[in-house]
């Protein structure tokens, strides 16, 4: 018989017999991982991503893909790994811990091919025409395993960063039609973006007609944020709701100034307390006072 298709024939008998026997090598694996100190971490219920039914999906995987009955056995990793890594994330396992058992995987799989190729009497030159076969695809599924982590792990923060933005952008409702603004912190071109986006649909959602936007929390802003808060004043306008700017800092005019942006047609206050009783909200206080002194 023809080396070549010698080989071949060796290599589909391993592969067809990893598929088989998955459950019970990956068994054993698992079993290996749990009962090593240095992977304690590592000790995962069987429904978890990189727990046993992963682990036999895996290895019936590797084992289709040897015996040639997966056509594109790149992409068919890249499939499984792509689910495991966002479930990982989801679970919030973390790389480093779930990578460590990847030793115990190619061990656990070569002790089993082993084995059969000394049952199956199948030579050395078919054992090195399998592991060069074997070894690239379990490199490839630890790679496409880390990109899909750390693709859907920078995804899954950057939602999470924008959540906390979006959070940080409250139009708090004073009374009917009137409601203020107070911009804390620093103010990069994400935030300005979030802020000019949210701050308009809140005021759509609340029946604005009156925004006090504070910004004596702001200590600095660059040229780019300056302009977005303009557009926010200039957009509201154009939806009918007046704006009042308060607390502007010396360095907040001065980047304004530089830009020529036109204050005329921009309603400015002192502090929050001088805007608030354009609308009556400090002689109501007073009259409050009043009435409480008299009784």
């Given at each position: 018989m023809d080396l070549q298709i010698k080989q071949n024939l060796d290599q589909i008998a391993i592969g067809t017999k990893l598929t088989e026997n998955a459950a019970n090598i990956a068994q054993k694996i698992m079993t290996n991982i749990q009962n090593s100190e240095a992977y304690v971490s590592l000790q995962l219920p069987e429904n978890a991503p990189g727990g046993l039914d992963d682990s036999i999906a895996f290895i019936r995987l590797l084992g289709d893909a040897i015996s040639d009955k997966?056509?594109?056995?790149?992409?068919?990793?890249?499939?499984?790994?792509?689910?495991?890594?966002?479930?990982?994330v989801q679970s919030g396992q973390p790389l480093d811990e779930s990578l460590e058992g990847t030793s115990y995987y190619r061990t656990g799989i070569w002790e089993y091919?082993?084995?059969?190729?000394?049952?199956?009497?199948?030579?050395?030159?078919?054992?090195?025409?399998?592991?060069?076969?074997?070894?690239?695809?379990?490199?490839?599924?630890?790679?496409?395993?880390?990109k899909s982590y750390v693709k859907h792990h920078r995804e899954m923060t950057e939602k999470f960063h924008l959540s906390l933005q979006e959070l940080s952008v409250p139009v708090v409702p004073l009374?009917?039609?009137?409601?203020?603004?107070?911009?804390v912190g620093e103010i990069d071109t994400n935030r300005a973006k979030i802020l000019l986006?949210?701050?308009?649909?809140?005021?759509?959602?609340?029946?604005?007609?009156?925004?006090?936007?504070?910004?004596?929390?702001?200590?600095?802003?660059?040229?780019?944020?300056?302009?977005?808060?303009?557009?926010?004043?200039?957009?509201?306008?154009?939806?009918?709701?007046?704006?009042?700017?308060?607390?502007?800092?010396?360095?907040?005019?001065?980047?304004?100034?530089?830009?020529?942006?036109?204050?005329?047609?921009?309603?400015?206050?002192?502090?929050?307390?001088?805007?608030?009783?354009?609308?009556?909200?400090?002689?109501?206080?007073?009259?409050?006072?009043?009435?409480?002194?008299?009784?």
């Open positions: 997966i056509t594109d056995k790149k992409k068919t990793i890249s499939e499984w790994a792509e689910k495991v890594g966002l479930l990982a091919i082993k084995e059969e190729a000394f049952l199956q009497s199948i030579p050395a030159e078919s054992l090195l025409h399998i592991s060069a076969t074997v070894n690239p695809l379990i490199d490839y599924a630890v790679q496409a395993y880390s009374f009917p039609g009137v409601a203020v603004l107070p911009v986006e949210s701050t308009l649909q809140q005021c759509i959602e609340n029946a604005i007609t009156s925004l006090v936007i504070d910004l004596s929390g702001v200590s600095y802003i660059d040229t780019m944020v300056a302009q977005r808060i303009f557009q926010l004043v200039s957009t509201l306008k154009l939806l009918g709701v007046k704006t009042t700017l308060t607390g502007l800092s010396p360095e907040i005019a001065q980047t304004s100034v530089s830009l020529n942006l036109d204050f005329s047609k921009i309603v400015l206050k002192g502090n929050l307390q001088h805007a608030l009783a354009e609308f009556g909200y400090g002689k109501i206080e007073n009259e409050q006072n009043k009435k409480n002194r008299l009784v």
